[in-house]
T-cell receptor, first 114, second 113 residues
């Protein structure tokens, strides 16, 4: 158990809908990362937050947004969902988010868009 | 552009044989390098990391990796494979001040009895 929790574990929804994925980091970690893992694109870095502020952006679509709240939990919002958004979404956390940090991954949320 | 390449999307070894998973990075600046393992239906777990200290890094479960700057490589090895090593392995790279982590495409390791 990494100490990172993600809810829900599974999510099934229809095209065009909007969903919210939630992540609680390990106690004491200030940085949260979001990743998308799919068969065709592998593990893609989406976005990183540090202590409530966006710090780095990766291959995140404009239909996707995220935020980190004062209690350090984070939410990833996916809107206008398409079939291609079906994937595993991982959250990870680390102490301060610098390049040498170890990231601790949650168990993931499996999103299926029908 | 900075990138990481894992040669071989699937590797099979016999139980007890040497495990060698390859990772090369592309960068002109010193990297931080990581190996993560992902077991089925689980998140990624750190095996080991290189952060500019010793070039030979020892990790969990008997794995180790050596940073070779001249070859821009960070290959993962284990002297003797165990059935429980069957999983997907990811190499990742990051750089000081960038806050971005670049993951390789992963290598699925199969261990044959």
């Amino acid at each position: 158990d990494s100490g990172v929790t993600q809810t829900p574990k599974h999510l099934i929804t229809a095209t065009g809908q909007r969903v919210t994925l939630r992540c609680s980091p390990r106690s004491g970690d200030l940085s949260v990362y979001w990743y998308q893992q799919s068969l065709d694109q592998g593990l893609q870095f989406l976005i990183q937050y540090y202590n409530g502020e966006e710090r780095a952006k990766g291959n995140i679509l404009e239909r996707f947004s995220a935020q980190q709240f004062p209690d350090l939990h984070s939410e990833l919002n996916l809107s206008s969902l398409e079939l291609g958004d079906s994937a595993l979404y991982f959250c990870a956390s680390s102490v301060d988010g610098n390049g040498a940090d170890t990231q601790y991954f949650g168990p993931g949320t499996r999103l299926t868009v029908l | 552009a900075q990138s990481v390449t894992q040669l071989g999307s699937h590797v099979s070894v016999s139980e007890g044989a040497l495990v060698l998973l390859r990772c090369n990075y592309s960068s002109s600046v010193p990297p931080y390098l990581f190996w993560y393992v992902q077991y089925p239906n689980q998140g990624l777990q750190l095996l080991l990391k290189y952060t500019s200290a010793a070039t030979l890094v020892k990790g969990i479960n008997g794995f180790e990796a050596e940073f070779k700057k001249s070859e821009t490589s960070f290959h993962l090895t284990k002297p003797s494979a165990h059935m429980s090593d069957a999983a997907e392995y990811f190499c990742a790279v990051s750089y000081s001040g960038t806050y971005k982590y670049i993951f390789g495409t992963g290598t699925r390791l199969k261990v044959l009895a």
